[in-house]
Protein backbone atom coordinates (compact mmCIF):
# COMPACT_ATOMS: atom_id res chain seq x y z
CA UNK A 1 0.00 0.00 0.00
CA UNK A 2 1.65 3.12 -1.05
CA UNK A 3 1.53 6.78 1.09
CA UNK A 4 -1.12 7.95 -0.90
CA UNK A 5 -3.59 4.87 -1.16
CA UNK A 6 -5.63 6.33 1.82
CA UNK A 7 -6.37 9.41 0.50
CA UNK A 8 -9.66 10.73 -1.47
CA UNK A 9 -9.06 10.64 -5.48
CA UNK A 10 -8.48 14.45 -5.85
CA UNK A 11 -5.72 14.50 -3.38
CA UNK A 12 -4.18 11.16 -4.96
CA UNK A 13 -4.13 13.09 -8.36
CA UNK A 14 -3.07 16.02 -6.92
CA UNK A 15 0.30 14.08 -4.76
CA UNK A 16 0.65 11.69 -7.01
CA UNK A 17 2.99 14.64 -8.97
CA UNK A 18 5.31 15.27 -6.41
CA UNK A 19 3.84 17.48 -4.63
CA UNK A 20 4.05 20.27 -6.31
CA UNK A 21 7.57 21.95 -8.27
CA UNK A 22 9.35 23.70 -5.46
CA UNK A 23 8.18 19.93 -3.39
CA UNK A 24 9.80 18.62 -6.33
CA UNK A 25 12.80 20.85 -6.61
CA UNK A 26 13.70 20.22 -3.16
CA UNK A 27 14.04 16.57 -3.35
CA UNK A 28 10.93 16.29 -0.58
CA UNK A 29 9.69 12.44 -0.31
CA UNK A 30 6.51 12.19 1.60
CA UNK A 31 6.32 8.90 3.89
CA UNK A 32 2.96 9.07 5.72
CA UNK A 33 0.24 11.58 5.07
CA UNK A 34 -3.13 12.10 7.38
CA UNK A 35 -4.54 15.22 9.14
CA UNK A 36 -3.35 14.19 12.80
CA UNK A 37 0.30 13.13 11.75
CA UNK A 38 2.19 13.36 8.26
CA UNK A 39 6.05 12.53 7.79
CA UNK A 40 8.28 13.40 4.87
CA UNK A 41 12.53 13.57 4.24
CA UNK A 42 14.46 15.89 2.13
CA UNK A 43 17.92 15.89 1.10
CA UNK A 44 20.47 18.54 2.46
CA UNK A 45 22.41 18.24 -0.71
CA UNK A 46 21.23 21.12 -3.05
CA UNK A 47 19.34 22.87 -0.14
CA UNK A 48 22.38 24.26 1.33
CA UNK A 49 22.68 28.13 2.33
CA UNK A 50 25.91 30.21 1.18
CA UNK A 51 27.94 28.80 4.53
CA UNK A 52 26.97 25.30 3.52
CA UNK A 53 24.21 24.53 6.01
CA UNK A 54 20.80 23.50 5.29
CA UNK A 55 19.24 26.76 4.45
CA UNK A 56 16.49 28.19 6.88
CA UNK A 57 13.62 28.13 4.29
CA UNK A 58 14.45 24.79 3.05
CA UNK A 59 13.40 24.18 6.96
CA UNK A 60 10.16 26.43 6.03
CA UNK A 61 9.13 24.74 2.94
CA UNK A 62 9.55 21.03 4.43
CA UNK A 63 7.29 22.11 7.50
CA UNK A 64 4.37 23.65 5.39
CA UNK A 65 4.49 20.95 2.59
CA UNK A 66 3.84 18.23 5.46
CA UNK A 67 0.86 21.31 6.92
CA UNK A 68 -0.42 21.86 3.92
CA UNK A 69 -1.06 18.47 3.02
CA UNK A 70 -2.26 17.08 6.58
CA UNK A 71 -4.50 20.45 6.38
CA UNK A 72 -5.72 19.42 2.41
CA UNK A 73 -6.22 15.65 4.19
CA UNK A 74 -8.49 17.33 7.09
CA UNK A 75 -10.35 19.65 4.77
CA UNK A 76 -11.79 16.35 2.38
CA UNK A 77 -13.00 16.58 -1.11
CA UNK A 78 -14.02 19.85 -2.80
CA UNK A 79 -11.97 21.75 -0.01
CA UNK A 80 -8.94 23.64 0.09
CA UNK A 81 -6.24 24.71 2.39
CA UNK A 82 -4.68 27.70 2.41
CA UNK A 83 -1.63 28.52 4.16
CA UNK A 84 -2.56 32.02 6.44
CA UNK A 85 0.81 32.56 9.18
CA UNK A 86 3.98 30.48 9.12
CA UNK A 87 7.14 30.74 11.66
CA UNK A 88 10.34 28.73 12.80
CA UNK A 89 12.38 28.64 15.22
CA UNK A 90 16.05 26.80 14.27
CA UNK A 91 18.10 25.34 17.15
CA UNK A 92 20.62 23.27 15.00
CA UNK A 93 22.39 23.45 11.99
CA UNK A 94 22.87 20.45 9.60
CA UNK A 95 25.07 20.07 6.43
CA UNK A 96 24.88 16.79 4.88
CA UNK A 97 22.85 14.31 4.99
CA UNK A 98 18.73 14.05 4.95
CA UNK A 99 16.24 16.02 7.41
CA UNK A 100 12.62 14.60 8.38
CA UNK A 101 9.64 16.31 9.11
CA UNK A 102 7.18 15.16 11.50
CA UNK A 103 3.91 16.92 11.42
CA UNK A 104 1.36 16.72 14.31
CA UNK A 105 -1.98 18.15 14.24
CA UNK A 106 -2.47 20.94 17.19
CA UNK A 107 -6.12 22.02 16.44
CA UNK A 108 -8.31 20.62 13.91
CA UNK A 109 -11.26 22.60 13.22
CA UNK A 110 -13.87 23.49 10.38
CA UNK A 111 -12.26 26.18 8.52
CA UNK A 112 -8.90 26.36 10.76
CA UNK A 113 -6.21 24.07 10.64
CA UNK A 114 -3.03 24.30 13.25
CA UNK A 115 -0.21 21.94 12.84
CA UNK A 116 3.47 21.82 13.92
CA UNK A 117 6.50 20.15 12.08
CA UNK A 118 9.42 19.34 14.31
CA UNK A 119 12.51 18.74 11.79
CA UNK A 120 14.97 16.22 12.63
CA UNK A 121 18.33 15.05 11.47
CA UNK A 122 19.19 11.31 11.15
CA UNK A 123 20.41 10.78 15.14
CA UNK A 124 16.47 11.78 16.42
CA UNK A 125 18.05 16.01 17.20
CA UNK A 126 15.31 18.79 16.90
CA UNK A 127 16.81 20.64 14.21
CA UNK A 128 13.57 23.41 13.73
CA UNK A 129 10.39 23.79 14.90
CA UNK A 130 7.91 25.07 12.18
CA UNK A 131 4.10 26.16 13.22
CA UNK A 132 1.73 26.40 9.93
CA UNK A 133 -1.83 27.78 10.67
CA UNK A 134 -4.27 26.96 7.57
CA UNK A 135 -7.93 28.32 6.34
CA UNK A 136 -9.92 25.91 5.31
CA UNK A 137 -12.74 26.85 1.66
CA UNK A 138 -14.41 25.45 -0.46
CA UNK A 139 -14.27 25.32 -4.06
Same mark, same amino acid.
Given at each position: *?G???????????RF?????????? *?G??L?????????A #? *???D?? #?Q?????H??????? +?? %?????????????????? +????????????A? +??? %???? %??????????????????????RL??? #?? %?N???D?
Open positions: *MVLDNLHPELQESTGGGELTRK *MIELEISAERSV #R *MPVGN #RVVGILGGAHVVL +GE %TLGSVAAAVHAGAGRYAV +GIDINATHTKSIE +GWV %TGTC %TAISLGKTICVHEIVVTNDAGESTV #RI %TLLRR
